[in-house]
């Protein structure tokens, strides 16, 4: 089955500095690879994903690169805010009938003011 | 709220009690996932319905845990003799498609304590 991998478990950055968050998956049928964004307490909400077709994609402050050779993907998130802070998930999508989600082991972003 | 909802948000029970627990998707999404997540860690797969088919199920998912989905709606998750090992969030998600990938909208989850 499917693995994927995310580093760095904690990451600590200043407002307004760019934070990037990677991960790496195993199997190379995966063709869809969605990020999530989960604060305390509350559900997992979708902030950005990107399918196997495409190397990047962009939504305002936040970025998505997609590497398929290397299998790697990462997020991007510029000139961080405070409200950023949360812990980010990976996940990966393979091309079997049910196309659950594999997840990372997540982020916790903290964005200090 | 048009979302994804879940009842209930919390449940404390006792080793040996069963618990169900309800989710209803997006009304016209006909995927739904149950996920589980434990402290620190992603969300895991438990199983997968289109419509009111139970079509995977994750080695996860112990003889102890049974899921429907009557009519291809509210779908229920159940979980017998419940042990302190079945601690965790009980997310589900929904999502359209067929055939093609689309996005999961996750519910808020239930939090089940077994004490």
């Known amino acids: 089955g499917e693995n994927v991998e995310q580093h760095p478990s904690t990451l600590s950055v200043q407002e307004g500095d760019s934070a990037v968050i990677k991960c790496t998956y195993s199997d190379s049928a995966s063709n869809y690879f969605p990020w999530y964004k989960q604060e305390l307490g509350k559900r997992p909400q979708l902030i950005i994903d990107i399918r196997s077709n495409v190397g990047e994609k962009k939504d305002q402050r936040i970025a998505v690169t997609l590497n398929k050779t290397a299998k790697h993907f990462s997020l991007h998130i510029t000139e961080t805010q405070p409200e950023d802070s949360a812990v980010y998930f990976c996940a990966a999508s393979y091309s079997g009938s049910a196309r659950q989600l594999t997840f990372g082991s997540g982020t916790q972003l903290t964005v200090l003011p | 709220d048009t979302g994804v909802s879940q009842d209930p948000r919390h449940k404390i029970t006792k080793r040996g009690q069963n618990v169900t627990f309800r989710c209803d998707p997006i009304?016209?999404?006909?995927?739904l996932y149950w996920y589980r997540q434990t402290l620190g860690q992603g969300p895991e797969f438990l199983t997968y319905?289109?419509?009111?088919?139970?079509?995977?199920k994750s080695r996860l998912l112990s003889d102890r845990f049974s899921a429907e989905r009557p009519k291809g709606s509210f779908s229920t998750l159940e979980i017998q003799r419940t042990e302190q090992g079945d601690s965790a969030m009980y997310l589900c998600?929904?999502?359209?498609?067929?055939?093609?990938?689309?996005?999961?909208?996750f519910g808020p989850g239930t939090r089940l304590t077994v004490t």
């Open positions: 009304s016209e999404h006909n995927r």
């Open positions: 319905f289109q419509n009111e088919a139970q079509l995977e």
């Open positions: 998600a929904s999502s359209l498609g067929q055939g093609v990938l689309y996005e999961q909208y």
